[in-house]
Each structure stands twice: as structure tokens, then as C-alpha cells.
């Protein structure tokens, strides 16, 4: 990764765990750019078109499958959901954070097609508290909160792979670990130096 792009970050942790909410937080800063993926789950009360998701038929998605338009896929939950390649490239060249939430199979997809991308995990509390906000937020008929619950602690399981993980119980104390980990990865010393090594000899040669 060069000196002046954007940094990728992926969000995952199980269904419920507060990564939409942290991630809007986080979106609160311009220079952060959320990833719209792809999706065949039906839009949820006030989801919207090209904000939450692009949602699409099987076809579509399949389609977009076999145009290589996918910078990752999985099957989450009986669904596709996938990220855009396009859009994510193209935002880190023009210098932006681009923030992925997306769950643990396809933060591995990112991390070996993108081994710079900062891997982010966010835990609940317990698991009492995760089934609390997950039938809290009403968004899910009763089966489908319990599949997402029996398929927490797998997910859970896949923690050693991530850089960095954020326990979200007190929410403003989540968003500010969460940015201060953003800041840090800012000021990492790039793979490939080069850019920021150039720049001091310029200036000593007077150009
Ligand atoms: P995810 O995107 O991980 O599935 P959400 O962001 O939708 O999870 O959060 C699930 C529910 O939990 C929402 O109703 C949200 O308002 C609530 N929530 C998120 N973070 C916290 C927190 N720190 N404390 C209490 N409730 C929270
Ligand atoms: P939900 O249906 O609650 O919006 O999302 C279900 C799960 O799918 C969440 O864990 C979310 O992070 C994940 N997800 C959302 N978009 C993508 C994506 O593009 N790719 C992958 N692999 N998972 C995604």
C-alpha cells in the first residue's frame, strides 16, 4: 500500500454485536467511507436501496459472481451477501478509509486478497446480552435470531485471524477503541516505504 492511500478496515463480529452502530459512528467522519454490499436477503422496515445494501435477485448476484465484480462473497445466514470490488478500490486510490462490515468468512477472503487490510473484531459482552440486543432490535423473526445466536460462537471462534478486537458493551467506549485503532493504522510504517523515503530526498536535494 502506497503512503498517500486509504486504509481498508473490516468489522465483523456475530449478528447483533453492534457493528452497524459502531460503524455509523464511525462514518460520522468524513474521510471514512462505507462499503454498500451486495445482498439476496430481503430489506428490513427502512432499509433503503444503495444505503444499506444493493439488494438483488439470486440471478443478479450470481451473475456478479461470474463477472469477478466481487472483492468477496459468502453465504451468511441462507443469503449472498458480497462486496463490490470497483467501488472499494477506487475509494482507497482517491485516499479514503473504506469500512467493511462483513462476517468472518469474508474477512479472510479480504485478508488474503488484501493482506494490508485491518481486521477489526467486535464482541459482545456475553452472550446473554448479544440474544438481549438481537431480539431487542425486532428486526428478526424468532428462528432467524436463533440461527444468528447458534452461529456466534463459531464466529467467535475465528477471533486469532483478526488484528484487533473491541468489546462493545459501553457503546461510546467501543466507538472511541475502535478510532483510536483507525488513528493508529494511520501512522503504521507502509510495507513499501519507498513513497514516504522519496519525499525526505527530494526535500534534502532541493526539489
Ligand atoms: P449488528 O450490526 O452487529 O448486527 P446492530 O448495530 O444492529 O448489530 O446492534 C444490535 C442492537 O444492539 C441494536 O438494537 C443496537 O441499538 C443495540 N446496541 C448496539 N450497541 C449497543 C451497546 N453498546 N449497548 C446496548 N445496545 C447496543
Ligand atoms: P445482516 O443480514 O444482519 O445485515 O448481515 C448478516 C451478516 O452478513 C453480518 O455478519 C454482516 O457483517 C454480514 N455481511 C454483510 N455484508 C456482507 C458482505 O458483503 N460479505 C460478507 N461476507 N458478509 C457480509
Known amino acids: 500500500m502506497s503512503h498517500n492511500k486509504g486504509r481498508l478496515f473490516v468489522i465483523s463480529g456475530p449478528s447483533g454485536t453492534g457493528k452497524g452502530t459502531i460503524c455509523a459512528e464511525i462514518l460520522k467522519d468524513i474521510n471514512n467511507e462505507f462499503s454498500v454490499s451486495m445482498t439476496t436477503r430481503a430489506p428490513r422496515e427502512g432499509e433503503v436501496h444503495g444505503r444499506e445494501y444493493y439488494f438483488v435477485s439470486h ?91 447458534a452461529k456466534a460462537v463459531n464466529e467467535i471462534r475465528f477471533i486469532g485471524e483478526y488484528d484487533y478486537y473491541v468489546v462493545n458493551d459501553d457503546l461510546g467506549a467501543a466507538v472511541d477503541l475502535v478510532k483510536s485503532i483507525m488513528a493508529s493504522e494511520a501512522s503504521r510504517v507502509p510495507e513499501k516505504v519507498l513513497p514516504i523515503i522519496r519525499k525526505y530526498e527530494k526535500e534534502q536535494k532541493g526539489e
Open 59 to 149: 440471478e443478479e448476484f450470481v451473475l456478479n459472481i461470474e463477472k469477478g465484480n466481487f472483492l468477496e462473497y459468502a453465504t451468511v445466514f441462507d443469503n449472498y451477501y458480497g462486496t463490490p470490488k470497483d467501488m472499494v478500490i477506487k475509494r482507497l486510490e482517491k485516499g479514503r478509509n473504506v469500512i467493511l462490515d462483513i462476517d468472518v468468512q469474508g474477512g479472510l477472503q479480504v485478508k488474503s486478497a488484501m493482506p494490508e487490510a485491518v481486521l477489526i473484531f467486535i464482541l459482545p459482552p456475553s452472550l446473554a446480552e448479544l440474544r438481549r440486543r438481537l431480539e431487542g432490535r425486532g428486526t428478526e423473526t424468532s428462528d432467524v435470531v436463533e440461527k444468528r445466536l
